[in-house]
Each structure stands twice: as structure tokens, then as C-alpha cells.
């Protein structure tokens, strides 16, 4: 495993202001279907981000499992008060911690979701919205959609919001996001490559102008963990990334290798960006309720 | 190279897609437990691609080129093979199929040409697979996206492979392939021929080449175009017909054997697992 040597320790931790945010970017390759074997990985990955004095470590889409699951979804689904969980809580100690999982909800329900713990519990649980069932996906077929896009409180980083990969290519979960006053975006993905006609891969550029993008209009710093290695010969990309709330990229992980990419953001860039550039101060949300009710009205109800 | 496929849509960025290439082979056979992998060394551009790929991931010593002339076969074939063996440095086999298919062929008089072909490519697999398992190497397939798309191969011949590298591109980019990681400029530069018999061109075979079917496949399988449109844009229909229906008639070579449906669960219909499952 690497750091980006550009980002890691470049401010020794004992220095660091309450409003910087060190997080760590695990972006790793799980290994298909095999959750002990996830876990230990995930373990590993935690002890070198409190050695690397991070905040919050940010893990993948369905970093416990792997992708391409297909029937194993039901055989690899865990709870949230599972043993599984509760030792990553336990690794995690006093840092934050973000991670992708097979939910079995009520009902015998699987949902794609990602867990949020801190100070030893857990904090949040998203459940994918969005879940593509196109081309080489087929996310509806084993899956629940989650019902919603809620931001949380959290004791350090402002107000937090997740979102799973295709989720981020809705401007539901953005809007939704914004009105949300949301300061830090999570983006769990697993993005296989697509695309190998230009530079660089069409599905990273896609994501970069994504991040860039969601980051500007909402004035927030988005986080984006990817993974990589191989499943039935999808080859997910990595390129994790971190983008400032003016759209700038801070910090990307490597293509295709693992690394824990370390990455110290100042929360007070937030405060500055809404000063030059106050999107969600004249945002108008009551409006915009207003305009969606009689849509709704309108494809829905006549 | 034509100037213009990047108009069609056929340009790759060579450098990228070897990269890609050369995980995925050494993670798809470190992942089953193998270091080592075989393939089927012709000459011909698309096992010389999959030759340099397969190197350039595993490293010469943990691969085995296997050559498997019949005696028709060109002194080209021998030649071409020769100089990519000779670049590369991986270990080589040389098995003539000869023997085995003369003994088979004695038998069946009057067997036609295509008939022998398909028994030659069959024969390559059965020596590739038991090599498979004296070298403890995965069986590493050659067929293109062409090819498979238009179902220019033998089933349980050429077509049988463990992973294949090159299936998602068309014949026209493993050119900018082959370029880009130094294939000899004699194998670039030939004609493409399964050397199936004395003088045999896959063009002259197919009636059309790579270059035009290409920039039409690219467009009715990529862009989902509808055919009546590539008509619309200039492609003449027949040619477009003719293709249409090779495409569909051969999706059976693409596929599992088609399996009798009794139960809930049925293999690859709704027994879904990936094929890496446990790896």
C-alpha cells in the first residue's frame, strides 16, 4: 500500500486545526464473495490510517463483498448489529469510518447500503437509491432501492451526506444534498472501466466531472473512493479522489493500483467558497418544492 | 493505419488498453491459483498480440507458446511465429497435428474443406488443453471481437479458451494494438489468414475486410444503431444484411449449449454466479 507522499503528513497531526479533515482514501481490491478475508483487509487498512493519524477512513461500494455478486447476495448479507460490523467498529476506535455492505433489512430485504460510524457506533446507514439495471448491470434484480438521500450531523465534519455510485448520477441526490446544507458528500463507487478511445478512461473523466461538478454547485467537499482489480473481467479503475468545494481536485489515488491515499482538508475552504460564491444561500428550496408538487400533480395524479 | 477510423469510432489509445490487458491477464490466472499460461502461437496478428500481452504479464519463463502446423500450413506461419518467439523469448512446443488428423482423415473420404478445417482447429484445442495441464498454465483464447461477433471460429476449436484478452476488440483496433507493442511489421502487414488451407485469406473467405465490416459492427453493436440506418449512411444493404444475419446466426457459438428448462434453477439461466465466484 502507498500514501501520496504529496498529501501524507504534510501537516504533522499534532498541528492540525479542529477544521481540517484528515481523511484516508482505502481504495482497495476486495476479493469476490469472500467476507473474512474482506474483513481482515479492512482491518489492516483501518490500523494504517490511525497510524497515519486520519479522521476517517473511507472504504468502496460493497467494500466487504465485492461487485459482481449475483446469487451470493443473500449468502453474503450481513446486519447492522452483525459481529462483522461491530469488529470494524472496533478497529476503528476514535476515527470515523465509512464502508460498503450487503444489508439484509426486514423482511429478508438486500439493499447495496454503506454504514457511517463514529465515536464507536454507528451514525448512518445509506441505502442505495439508485440502482442500474442496464447494459452490464443488473442491481434490481438482487437488490431493494433505498427510499432515501438523508445528511447527518456528525461531531466534527458538519453536516455529512452518502452516496452510492449511481446514485451520484442523479441530480435527485445533489439537489436533495443541497437542501440538506450538507458540507462534506461521501461517494462510495465500484466503476469498472468503460470507454478506451481517448486519454484517459471514459468512466474516470465521466466521475472527475461529476465530483468537480457536485462539488461547485454545492459548495461542498466530495469525497470519491473507488476500488480496483478485476471481476469477471470488469476492471474497476480506482482513481479515488478528493475535490475541494471550488471544484478543485485536492488529492486522486492512483490508476489501478491499491493505495490509502492520505488527504488534510480545510474545512475553512468551505466557509471562503460560500463567501465568493454563495449558491446555497439564494437557493430557492420552497420554490423548488412548489415546482415538484405540481409535477407530480401533473404526471401522477391527473 | 487509416486516418479516419477515428471517425468511425474505432481508435483506441493503445497504451491504456495494454495496461488494462496485462492486469487483467495475470490477475485472471493468479486468481484460479495458476502463475503460468499456453496459447496457440499462428503468426497471425491476434495470437501475436495475445503472445506480447501474455508476456508482458506473466514474464517469458511462465509462458508456453504452442505451435501446431498441419502440413499445409505456410512457411510463413513457421516464419512469422518464429520471429515473435524470437522477440519474446517465452518457451515454445512444437506439436504437428498432422499425424492425428491424416489418421482421421484416411478415414472419412470425402470430407470437404471446411470440414477439415474445423477438425485441424479442433485438434489445436485438444493439444492446447492437455499442454494446459503439463505446463499448469490457463489456456489463453485468440479471438477477436470480429470474429466472435460474426462467428468466424470453430466452436470447441479456436473459440475455447479459459480468459480471452483481446474479445472486446475489433480487428482494426488489435491493429493499433499490435503497433503499439512492437508485433513484427511482416505479421502487421499480411494478410489476416487462418491458414486453413493453401492461399486462404479470412477477406477473401468473408467476401469483405476487416476495415469495412469493423466500422459497421462498431456502429449496429456499439452505437445500437438500427440496420436500415447504416443503409441510410451509405453502407451498401446486402453487405449490412449479410452481416445482420451472421451476427444472429452464430450467437449459439457464443453461448452455452441451450439447456432444457425443469427446475427453478437452471445453470446459467437462473443459477447465477460469477464466472470468478470463489476466486
Same mark, same amino acid.
Given at each position: 500500500?502507498?500514501?501520496?507522499?504529496? +498529501?501524507?503528513?504534510?501537516?504533522?497531526?499534532?498541528?492540525?486545526?479542529?477544521?481540517?479533515?484528515?481523511?484516508?482514501?482505502?481504495?482497495? /481490491?476486495?476479493?469476490?464473495?469472500?467476507?473474512?478475508? +474482506?474483513?481482515?483487509?479492512?482491518?489492516?487498512?483501518?490500523? *494504517?490510517?490511525?497510524?497515519?493519524? *486520519?479522521?476517517?477512513?473511507?472504504?468502496?461500494?460493497?467494500?466487504?463483498?465485492?461487485?459482481?455478486?449475483?446469487?451470493?447476495?443473500?449468502?453474503?448479507?450481513?446486519?447492522?448489529?452483525?459481529?462483522?460490523?461491530?469488529?470494524?467498529?472496533? /478497529? *476503528?476506535?476514535?476515527? =470515523?469510518?465509512?464502508?460498503? !455492505?450487503?444489508?439484509?433489512? *426486514?423482511?429478508?430485504?438486500?439493499? +447495496? =447500503?454503506?454504514?457511517?460510524?463514529?465515536?464507536?457506533?454507528?451514525?448512518?446507514?445509506?441505502?442505495?437509491?439508485?440502482?442500474?439495471?442496464?447494459?452490464?448491470?443488473?442491481?434490481?434484480?438482487?437488490?431493494?432501492?433505498?427510499?432515501?438521500?438523508?445528511?447527518?450531523?456528525? /461531531?466534527?465534519?458538519?453536516?455529512?451526506?452518502?452516496?452510492?455510485?449511481?446514485?451520484?448520477?442523479?441530480?435527485? =441526490?445533489?439537489?436533495?444534498?443541497?437542501?440538506?446544507?450538507?458540507?462534506?458528500?461521501?461517494?462510495?463507487? +465500484?466503476?469498472?472501466?468503460?470507454?478506451?478511445?481517448?486519454?484517459?478512461?471514459?468512466?474516470?473523466?465521466?466521475?472527475?466531472?461529476?465530483?468537480?461538478? !457536485?462539488?461547485?454547485?454545492?459548495?461542498?467537499?466530495?469525497?470519491?473512493?473507488?476500488?480496483?482489480?478485476?471481476?469477471?473481467?470488469?476492471?474497476?479503475?480506482?482513481?479515488?479522489?478528493?475535490?475541494?468545494?471550488?471544484?478543485?481536485?485536492?488529492?486522486?489515488?492512483?490508476?489501478?493500483?491499491?493505495?490509502?491515499?492520505?488527504?488534510?482538508?480545510?474545512?475553512?475552504?468551505?466557509?471562503?467558497?460560500?463567501?465568493?460564491?454563495?449558491?446555497?444561500?439564494?437557493?430557492?428550496?420552497?420554490?423548488?418544492?412548489?415546482?415538484?408538487?405540481?409535477?407530480?400533480?401533473?404526471?401522477?395524479?391527473? | 493505419?487509416?486516418?479516419?477510423?477515428? #471517425?468511425?469510432?474505432?481508435?483506441?489509445?493503445?497504451?491504456?488498453?495494454?495496461?488494462?490487458?496485462?492486469?487483467?491477464?495475470?490477475?485472471?490466472?493468479?486468481?484460479?491459483?495458476?502463475?503460468? #499460461?499456453?496459447?496457440?502461437?499462428?503468426?497471425?496478428?491476434?495470437?501475436?498480440?495475445?503472445?506480447?500481452?501474455?508476456?508482458? #504479464? &506473466?514474464?517469458?519463463?511462465?509462458?508456453?507458446?504452442?505451435? &501446431?502446423?498441419?502440413?499445409?500450413?505456410?512457411?510463413?506461419? $513457421?516464419?512469422?511465429?518464429?520471429?515473435?518467439?524470437?522477440?519474446?523469448?517465452?518457451?515454445?512446443?512444437?506439436?504437428?497435428?498432422?499425424?492425428?488428423?491424416?489418421? %482421421?482423415?484416411?478415414?472419412?473420404?470425402?470430407?470437404?474443406?471446411?470440414?477439415?478445417?474445423?477438425?485441424?482447429?479442433?485438434?489445436?484445442?485438444?493439444?492446447?488443453?492437455?499442454?494446459?495441464?503439463?505446463?499448469?498454465?490457463?489456456?489463453?483464447?485468440?479471438?477477436?471481437?470480429?470474429?466472435?461477433?460474426?462467428?468466424?471460429?470453430?466452436?470447441?476449436?479456436?473459440?475455447?479458451?479459459?480468459?480471452?484478452?483481446?474479445?472486446?476488440?475489433?480487428?482494426?483496433?488489435?491493429?493499433?494494438?499490435?503497433?503499439?507493442?512492437?508485433?513484427?511489421?511482416?505479421?502487421?502487414?499480411?494478410?489476416?489468414?487462418?491458414?486453413?488451407?493453401?492461399?486462404?485469406?479470412?477477406?477473401?473467405?468473408?467476401?469483405?475486410?476487416?476495415?469495412?465490416?469493423?466500422?459497421?459492427?462498431?456502429?449496429?453493436?456499439?452505437?445500437?444503431?438500427?440496420?436500415?440506418?447504416?443503409?441510410?449512411?451509405?453502407?451498401?444493404?446486402?453487405?449490412?444484411?449479410?452481416?445482420?444475419?451472421?451476427?444472429?446466426?452464430?450467437? %449459439?457459438?457464443?453461448?452455452?449449449?441451450?439447456?432444457?428448462?425443469?427446475?427453478? $434453477?437452471? &445453470?446459467?439461466?437462473?443459477?447465477?454466479?460469477?464466472?470468478?465466484?470463489?476466486?
Amino acid at each position: 500500500m502507498n500514501c501520496d507522499p504529496e +498529501n501524507s503528513a504534510a501537516v504533522p497531526a499534532e498541528t492540525l486545526t479542529p477544521g481540517t479533515l484528515r481523511v484516508a482514501l482505502a481504495q482497495i /481490491a476486495p476479493r469476490l464473495g469472500d467476507r473474512h478475508q +474482506n474483513l481482515e483487509l479492512h482491518e489492516q487498512q483501518i490500523a *494504517a490510517a490511525r497510524e497515519q493519524a *486520519a479522521d476517517l477512513v473511507v472504504f468502496p461500494e460493497l467494500s466487504l463483498t465485492g461487485y459482481f455478486l449475483r446469487d451470493m447476495v443473500p449468502e453474503v448479507a450481513l446486519d447492522r448489529a452483525s459481529p462483522e460490523i461491530n469488529r470494524l467498529i472496533a /478497529a *476503528a476506535g476514535p476515527i =470515523s469510518l465509512v464502508a460498503g !455492505f450487503v444489508e439484509e433489512g *426486514a423482511g429478508h430485504q438486500f439493499y +447495496n =447500503s454503506a454504514f457511517y460510524v463514529e465515536a464507536g457506533s454507528i451514525l448512518h446507514v445509506h441505502r442505495k437509491v439508485y440502482l442500474p439495471t442496464y447494459g452490464l448491470f443488473e442491481e434490481q434484480r438482487y437488490f431493494s432501492p433505498g427510499k432515501r438521500f438523508q445528511a447527518f450531523q456528525t /461531531a466534527r465534519f458538519g453536516r455529512v451526506g452518502i452516496v452510492i455510485c449511481e446514485d451520484f448520477w442523479h441530480v435527485s =441526490s445533489a439537489t436533495i444534498m443541497q437542501a440538506e446544507e450538507i458540507d462534506v458528500l461521501l461517494c462510495i463507487i +465500484n466503476s469498472p472501466a468503460r470507454g478506451v478511445s481517448g486519454p484517459r478512461i471514459a468512466t474516470a473523466e465521466t466521475y472527475e466531472l461529476l465530483a468537480r461538478t !457536485f462539488s461547485q454547485l454545492l459548495g461542498a467537499l466530495v469525497i470519491v473512493v473507488n476500488r480496483v482489480g478485476f471481476e469477471d473481467g470488469l476492471c474497476f479503475f480506482g482513481n479515488s479522489m478528493a475535490v475541494g468545494p471550488d471544484g478543485r481536485i485536492i488529492a486522486q489515488a492512483p490508476q489501478f493500483d491499491e493505495a490509502l491515499t492520505l488527504v488534510d482538508c480545510d474545512l475553512a475552504e468551505l466557509r471562503r467558497e460560500r463567501l465568493i460564491t454563495p449558491l446555497g444561500r439564494d437557493e430557492q428550496l420552497l420554490m423548488t418544492i412548489e415546482e415538484l408538487r405540481r409535477i407530480k400533480r401533473r404526471r401522477y395524479e391527473s | 493505419m487509416n486516418p479516419d477510423l477515428g #471517425a468511425a469510432g474505432l481508435v483506441i489509445n493503445p497504451e491504456l488498453v495494454a495496461e488494462i490487458l496485462t492486469r487483467f491477464v495475470r490477475n485472471e490466472i493468479h486468481r484460479t491459483g495458476f502463475r503460468r #499460461a499456453v496459447f496457440g502461437l499462428s503468426g497471425g496478428i491476434d495470437s501475436s498480440v495475445v503472445a506480447y500481452l501474455v508476456v508482458r #504479464a &506473466m514474464g517469458p519463463e511462465n509462458v508456453l507458446a504452442v505451435t &501446431m502446423p498441419y502440413k499445409t500450413s505456410s512457411e510463413e506461419t $513457421r516464419r512469422d511465429s518464429a520471429a515473435v518467439v524470437a522477440d519474446l523469448g517465452m518457451q515454445t512446443l512444437d506439436v504437428p497435428i498432422t499425424p492425428q488428423v491424416d489418421a %482421421y482423415v484416411a478415414a472419412m473420404p470425402g470430407i470437404t474443406q471446411m470440414r477439415l478445417a474445423n477438425k485441424c482447429a479442433r485438434e489445436r484445442m485438444t493439444v492446447l488443453y492437455d499442454q494446459s495441464a503439463a505446463f499448469e498454465g490457463l489456456v489463453v483464447g485468440t479471438s477477436n471481437k470480429t470474429e466472435l461477433l460474426l462467428g468466424y471460429g470453430t466452436q470447441f476449436g479456436d473459440l475455447a479458451s479459459a480468459i480471452n484478452p483481446i474479445g472486446d476488440l475489433y480487428k482494426t483496433q488489435l491493429r493499433q494494438l499490435a503497433d503499439y507493442l512492437g508485433v513484427p511489421a511482416a505479421i502487421l502487414n499480411k494478410a489476416p489468414s487462418g491458414d486453413l488451407w493453401v492461399g486462404q485469406t479470412d477477406e477473401g473467405e468473408l467476401g469483405f475486410s476487416y476495415d469495412q465490416v469493423d466500422r459497421l459492427l462498431v456502429l449496429l453493436v456499439d452505437r445500437r444503431w438500427q440496420p436500415a440506418q447504416a443503409v441510410r449512411a451509405g453502407f451498401d444493404a446486402e453487405f449490412v444484411d449479410r452481416v445482420v444475419r451472421m451476427v444472429r446466426r452464430n450467437q %449459439y457459438k457464443r453461448r452455452l449449449p441451450v439447456i432444457a428448462k425443469l427446475t427453478n $434453477r437452471t &445453470m446459467d439461466r437462473d443459477f447465477r454466479y460469477p464466472r470468478d465466484w470463489g476466486t
